[in-house]
Antibody
Framework: EVQVVESGGGLVQPGESLRLSCAAS????????MSWVRQAPGKGLEWVSG????????SYVDSVKGRFTISRDNSRNTLYLQMNSLRAEDTAIYYC??????????????WGQGTLVTVSS | DIQMTQSPSTLSASVGDKVTITCRAS??????LAWYQQKPGKAPKLLIY???SLESGVPSRFSGGGSGTEFTLTISSLQPDDFATYYC?????????FGQGTKVEI
């Protein structure tokens, strides 16, 4: 059974950093691209960042470029999102999502339950 | 970035109704479109991919169609479990984008 489980969310002040993790199981992790998708309170879904199966290619939404870094450790079946210089508008539930392929141009077939990040002073 | 626009934003319906949600892309995305269902407090769930392919385990009352810039999600006979918010998503570019969502309510 495919499972992805996020952790690392919490309350931080503006300008601070946070690292999210996503532990994956039930599939060959290194074969598939992975993404982070967020949802601000009461709002819609926003794709944030993606990484290819071997970690060699990454992509980001413009609003987080230069502040967030996505990475993966295929030996630990774990996806990460390092978030620096956090802003109030980054407040959201962050979902880890498995992509259906390796290309970074796919849909998301499995989602975690999400981890809440709150940026507030 | 490719903009995705759903209509309507909210849809009031009854059990047994046929429901159609429309999603329009700001440029052609061929058939690279997916649909998701999200219930309050839960993660999104994949329903449809490649415009019209039904994900395994999804009831056959859900169907998708369209290509280019205009797409539809149809629920042939609305069931109590279908009251939720639905999102379309394009995946023709590295920067994936979602529609703003359509809430299906009683």
């Amino acid at each position: 059974e495919v499972q992805v489980v996020e952790s690392g969310g919490g309350l931080v002040q503006p300008g601070e950093s946070l690292r999210l993790s996503c532990a994956a199981s039930g599939f060959t992790f290194s074969t598939y691209a992975m993404s982070w998708v967020r949802q601000a309170p009461g709002k819609g879904l926003e794709w944030v960042s993606g990484v290819s199966g071997n970690g060699g290619s990454t992509s980001y939404v413009d609003s987080v470029k230069g502040r967030f870094t996505i990475s993966r450790d295929n030996s630990r079946n774990t996806l990460y999102l390092q978030m620096n210089s956090l802003r109030a508008e980054d407040t959201a539930i962050y979902y880890c999502a498995k992509e259906d392929g390796s290309s970074l141009r796919d849909y998301f077939d499995y989602w975690g339950q999400g981890t809440l990040v709150t940026v507030s002073s | 970035d490719i903009q995705m626009t759903q209509s309507p934003s909210t849809l009031s319906a009854s059990v047994g109704d046929k429901v159609t949600i429309t999603c329009r892309a700001s440029q052609s995305i061929s058939s690279w479109l997916a649909w998701y269902q999200q219930k309050p407090g839960k993660a999104p769930k994949l329903l449809i991919y490649k415009s019209s392919s039904l994900e395994s385990g999804v009831p056959s009352r859900f169907s998708g169609g369209g290509s280019g810039t205009e797409f539809t999600l149809t629920i042939s006979s609305l069931q109590p479990d279908d009251f939720a918010t639905y999102y379309c998503q394009q995946y023709t570019s590295y920067s994936r984008t979602f529609g703003q969502g359509t809430k299906v309510e009683i």
